[in-house]
């Protein structure tokens, strides 16, 4: 059986130029909770169009609000817990 070469080569370090880094955006808390707020406001104006909708007979567009409305809750809410995180993470790693 033949034997094959195993060894590995050493590597090229240092080979690329560096890149800058843009800094993390760090909201404050109440900023956090502003942005949040200002969203679930958004959020509950749009009931007010799709029960004018459901009065005018349009179901369906009335169903399509409620929908966007359920995406746009979940994703205001990721960024909530998102920014409250990175919050906390950057005040334990800076030892505040």
Sequence with gaps: M???NL?????NEDTRE???IEPVIQFE???IKEHFEDS???IEQQFAIAEKMKEEGCLS???NIWRSQIVFLEGVLDF????LSKYAMNRM???E
């Design 18 to 20: 560096k890149q800058s």
């Design 2 to 4: 033949a034997t094959r």
């Design 29 to 31: 808390l109440i900023q």
């Design 7 to 11: 060894s590995l080569t050493p590597r």
């Design 61 to 63: 567009d009335c169903k």
């Design 80 to 83: 909530y817990l998102h920014e």
């Design 40 to 42: 679930m406001q958004s």
């Design 93 to 95: 790693f800076s030892g």
